[in-house]
């Protein structure tokens, strides 16, 4: 599936006068894994609410495969893009099982089939959690919260799949699992998976293309080595950093000048800890 967007603009009512988005025209085609980057605030979650029509441009279009979003009615579109929030509000009694078979209605209604039910297990094994199958979804830790609607948004086989900082709520080893998982399954299920994060290094490892954001505006979009500069990092975020080169990837390392517990370098104090799980 082909995305484009087409100088999209975007306020919320009551602030007219300053727009989330300001004309944003981008296009994505084919299955890759795209992050989208920038500091809290710059529209990075409002974008993607445009994409799953959540949200309305007040100027500018989306397009899907060269339609116009507005065009497809929610189950069009729910078959087509799945969306992952940032958190879930869901707070019912259901099992794993049954919360992950929610992303199925779109294709099969409420009536489970074998189908659908292999679908479901067949994500949960993709994502090491079959154990959680019938545990109940409000039992369990933020951590296993996000991959049951990660695994909820993939049982949909949608061409296009948008993700609110998935990896938020995990830890290191699981970030870094879920972060391969979804690139393998971008490029073998031809998913075009658009992320927002706010770990470069994580964005700058997994990703195909990244798109940086600064005042509502798309800053500088193209490979993680193209945009993760030393002076885009500056511009956008205010913040100094060292880059090296990882196996063909940049590699983010923050620098921390007000950090007395710092080891200076070349004159400079380097924070140790290198680039911080919630980024900027």
């Known amino acids: 599936m082909d995305i484009k967007i087409d100088g999209v603009t975007f306020s919320y009512k009551g602030a007219e006068d300053s727009p989330v988005l300001r004309g944003i025209t981008v296009d994505l085609g084919g299955s890759q894994v795209v992050s989208i980057l920038g500091p809290n605030g710059v529209g990075k979650s409002t974008l993607i609410h445009c994409i799953n029509k959540i949200l309305e441009p007040v100027e500018g279009t989306v397009f899907l495969d060269g339609l116009d979003v507005s065009e497809y009615s929610l189950k069009e579109m729910a078959r087509q893009v799945g969306y992952v929030p940032y958190s879930s509000s869901d707070s019912f009694p259901l099992t794993v099982v049954d919360t992950v078979l929610l992303g199925r209605h779109p294709h099969s209604g ?12 067949d994500v949960l094994e993709k994502l090491d959690i079959q154990d959680l ?26 061409k296009v799949l948008l ?8 830890d290191i080893k699981h970030q870094l699992g879920i972060s391969r998982t979804l690139r393998q399954l971008s490029h073998s299920e031809g998913i075009m998976v658009i992320m927002i994060s706010h770990d470069l290094n994580i964005a700058a490892r997994y990703s195909d293309n990244v798109i940086l954001m600064h005042e509502g505006r798309i800053h500088s979009a193209g490979t993680p080595g193209e945009v993760l500069t030393v002076e885009n990092i500056l511009e956008v975020y205010g913040v100094k ?10 590699y983010i390392i923050l620098e921390d ?4 517990e710092c080891e200076p370098l070349h ?14």
Request: include cysteine; charged fraction near 25%; aromatic fraction near 6%.
């Open 257 to 260: 000048e007000e950090c007395a």
């Open 163 to 170: 993700l609110d900082e998935p990896t938020s709520n995990l």
């Open 267 to 280: 004159g400079e104090a380097v924070c140790s800890t290198g680039l911080g799980q919630d980024g900027a």
């Open 241 to 250: 950093s060292r880059i090296i080169d990882d196996n063909g990837r940049p």
């Open 110 to 121: 409420w009536k489970t089939t074998d189908e659908d039910l292999e679908a479901v297990y």
């Open 133 to 158: 199958a019938m545990r109940y979804f409000n039992e369990l830790s933020a951590g296993q919260h996000q991959k049951v609607m990660l695994a909820r948004g993939l049982v949909q086989k949608p």
